[in-house]
């Protein structure tokens, strides 16, 4: 809470129980309680904290109050226990917006963060104002041969791994089925979309941005930002760019905007 103490910003840290796990969050304000909320779901491995920087960001708060969690098997949530299950990591985004009561949220996800915020706009869109997908690894073609993952599931090699690439490992091996089970899902995200990518992104290929725009057919604002020399780690590196888009993300209305 110190770093938050540092930038003047106020905040909290919680936890919601979602089947029997403890899910810990972060949230910051600026002055009182805001109608909506910005929830930000990191990739994998990784924890609330890669996006600290964000959670004090003086233009984000002027305009919402910020979330963000350790998803469970990082962090503070069960570390070392993981859940591999994209429908199931969206129901605990779900849960925990519906424990904090927000009139309206708008999500962003980095990497494996941006394929559970797509299921939960699918799932359960109803106060999800927009999503936003940074390096997004969104396509079931486009993921790697999971037969290398299953090598390094092994006993032996598990015991050898950090806790955090073992429980990265277990809930990346079901991706690209997950990913197949919702392709004909993309219909139903109707809000806004932001998709932001490196071209030189060699973790998360360039062409998932693509794939997710072919299949927002029937989101009427689609906001794209193509950064042509960044690569995976644009959450971090380009950070100001990143929240600019976000903000038009929040500012984007029902006008049949499709950028380039």
Not at 62 to 82: E, K, Q, V
Not at 160 to 181: C, F, G, H, Y
Request: glycine letters at 6%.
């Amino acid at each position: 809470m110190g770093f938050l103490r540092q930038h003047h910003v106020s905040g909290e840290i919680d936890k919601i129980s979602f089947h029997g796990r403890r899910i810990v969050y972060l949230k910051t304000s600026s002055g009182p309680k805001k109608k909506e909320a910005f929830l930000f779901v990191h990739g994998s491995p990784g924890s609330m904290d890669a996006f600290l920087d964000y959670m004090v960001d003086t233009n984000l708060l002027s305009h919402a109050d910020l979330i963000t969690y350790d998803r469970p098997g990082f962090g503070n949530s069960g570390f070392g226990r993981a859940m591999p299950s994209l429908m199931m990591q969206a129901r605990v985004a779900s849960a925990l917006m519906d424990s904090l009561g927000y009139e309206r949220y708008w999500l962003a996800g980095h990497s494996y963060g941006a394929p559970i915020i797509v299921q939960a706009a699918m799932d359960h869109p109803r106060h999800i104002g927009g999503i936003c997908l940074i390096a997004g690894s969104v396509s079931p073609d486009l993921e790697p041969k999971a037969a290398w993952r299953r090598w390094i599931d092994l006993p032996l090699v598990r015991q050898i791994l950090p806790i955090s690439m073992r429980v990265s490992n277990e809930e990346l091996i079901p991706l690209k089925q997950d990913l197949v089970m919702i392709e004909d899902d993309w219909r139903k995200i109707k809000m806004p979309v932001s998709l932001i990518q490196g071209k030189k992104d060699v973790l998360v290929p360039f062409a998932n941005l693509a794939y997710a725009k072919e299949k927002l057919t029937q989101s009427d604002t689609v906001l794209v930002k193509i950064f042509e020399e960044e690569n995976h780690f644009i959450l971090w590196t380009r950070r100001g760019v990143v929240v600019e888009e976000m903000l038009k993300l929040m500012q984007s209305t029902s006008n049949n905007t499709r950028d380039q």
